[in-house]
Each structure stands twice: as structure tokens, then as C-alpha cells.
């Protein structure tokens, strides 16, 4: 299966600042897969192309424009579930939400759906706005909110490289897309970076508790 290097032209404006001499990193990961982890692997759609991509472990640097907290948001630009391009810059003015998950239709990424739904409304009490993301279709993501009743918006990353441009690291030696939600203010500002890829509705609990301080 051929893996596709090109990036959209959205992501053009966040990577002209990258280069070699720009933010680097090395990767080195170690986990012990139990159980309940082989079942959320199972469950879920493995990423192929990181996984052959990235190497399990390595000291080679690699560039990246990772999103960190202090970042503004980057100008990018994806489809949502309508098929309409949506531009991030569209929720400055409120508090944002924005939730990377794996895929639609696995249990985790199902729960961490239905949780986001559950609390909407004490989002909008808190002037919130909730948008997630993954490399699912626009027609995959219209069926997923159909299906759970979703109040938000989906945005569709396909090829992943809005989810590489934010730095959202994956697990499980690359081959499972990371869960990882940021959250920013007003301004834009991102004020907290939360991963947890077994625990899907604590980022409700998170994402609540900083908008809520």
C-alpha cells in the first residue's frame, strides 16, 4: 500500500515556519501490553502508515510543528462532516475544545463521542465550543453523528496530517492514532494539552475542569 507524503494546501501557512533548524524531537517508546490494551487494539483501526513511517524507537531528530501549550493555534483548514471547509481560526472568540481521535465506530472512540455529547450542554453553559477530529471521511463522520445524536461538529483529517502538524504523538509503536484534546481560549491560546488513550471520557473530565477554573 503506498503511503502518500504530499500536504494539502491548508497545512502549507503552519509548516512554512519548520525546517531542520526548527523544533526537533527523538522518539523512544516502551509499553506493556496487557489485556484490556490488546482489546482496545483490537477494537480499534490500527494506523499502518505511521507504524511503517516512524520506527519503534530512535535517536534520528525529527522536525515537526508540534502544538504546545502557550502555541496559538495554527491556521489550518479540514472538512466537516457536511463536506464544508471549516478553518480553526473560526472558533477564536471562545473557549475551543478540539478532540483527536482514532476512528469512528470503535468502542473507545464511541464512548469518548457519547461523553463529549452527554456534557455538551455544560460546554455551552461555559461558552465552549467541542469539535473533534480524526482521519475518517466527511461521509463516515455525517454517519457517526447521525448514528449518537452528536451536537458537534467532525472534522476529517484524512491522511493524518493535521494530526502530524499538531504533534499528536501515537501509541502502540506508531500504530495506533493517538487520543490526545487541546483546549484554548479566547484568544485562540492553547491552555491545556491532555492525552489519555484508555480513559476516553476523562478528557471530558479535564477539559471541563480547566474551562471551568
Known sequence: MAVSTSLSAALVPALAACSPSGREFATSS??????????????????VSLAAARPVTSSRPLTTCKVSRGDKLPPLALKDQDGRDVKLSKFIGKPLVLYFYPANETPSCTKQACSFRDSYDDFRKLGATVVGVSGDSPESHKAFKKK?????????????????????????????????????NRQGVVTLIYNNQFQPEKHVDETLKVLSA
Open 148 to 184: 449518537y445524536n452528536l451536537p458537534y461538529t467532525l472534522l476529517s483529517d484524512e491522511g493524518n496530517e493535521v494530526r502530524k502538524a499538531f504533534g499528536v504523538p501515537a501509541d502502540f509503536f506508531g500504530a495506533l492514532a493517538g487520543r490526545q484534546t487541546y483546549v484554548t
Open 30 to 47: 516502551s509499553v506493556q501490553v496487557n489485556s484490556f490494551a490488546r482489546g482496545e487494539i483490537l477494537g480499534s483501526r490500527l494506523n
